[in-house]
């Protein structure tokens, strides 16, 4: 026997099996006629769409991406209605379609920020150096002028360890 959970989102009944296969309860349940009435709950296959990388299913006309309805799955207490700067689903690995929940995890606006593929660096004309800068707290942190393109992206990176850690 397979296993799932079932959780309500947006007044719709899931079940969800894993990160590929969730359904939802459709409205509307058959009965059989006659004395015998029963309800026969009929369950459907939702759809994936691929939006920008990331895997989304509708619910009640909303879009709503699929990492947020795993995590739901696995943490029923979630609000997956809050959508505060607090209450983001970063995905640990940055691919936006790997959805486990072991790639999951909740975090700030600024923690998702963090976890991406940013550069750190660019080319300053002025100074006819490669420039290394980093953000954090909405503060731009300069960290040097560099000779060689590979310096520039060494400081960025070391310094995205210091200033970019996720607790």
Do not use: P
């Amino acid at each position: 026997m397979t296993e799932y959970i079932e959780f309500e989102v947006f007044g719709v009944m899931l079940r969800y099996y894993d990160e590929e296969r969730i359904e939802r309860l459709m409205t509307g349940r058959g009965t059989t006629s006659g004395a015998n009435k029963k309800n026969t709950a009929k369950w459907k296959t939702m759809t994936q769409t691929n939006m920008n990388g990331y895997k989304s299913i509708c619910i009640t006309d909303k879009n709503v991406r699929v990492h947020r309805v795993v995590f739901k799955a696995h943490n029923l207490s979630w609000d997956i209605t809050d959508n505060s700067k607090n209450n983001f689903i970063d995905h640990i690995d940055m691919v936006r379609s790997n959805n486990k929940i072991e790639n999951l995890r909740i975090a700030t606006n600024q923690q998702n920020l963090f976890n991406t593929d940013a550069k750190g660096y660019c080319f300053h004309k002025g100074e006819n150096k490669y420039q290394a800068r980093i953000m954090r707290d909405s503060k731009m942190i300069h960290l040097g002028y560099f000779t060689k393109e590979a310096d520039a992206h060494e400081a960025y990176l070391n310094a995205k360890l210091i200033y970019h850690k996720l607790v």
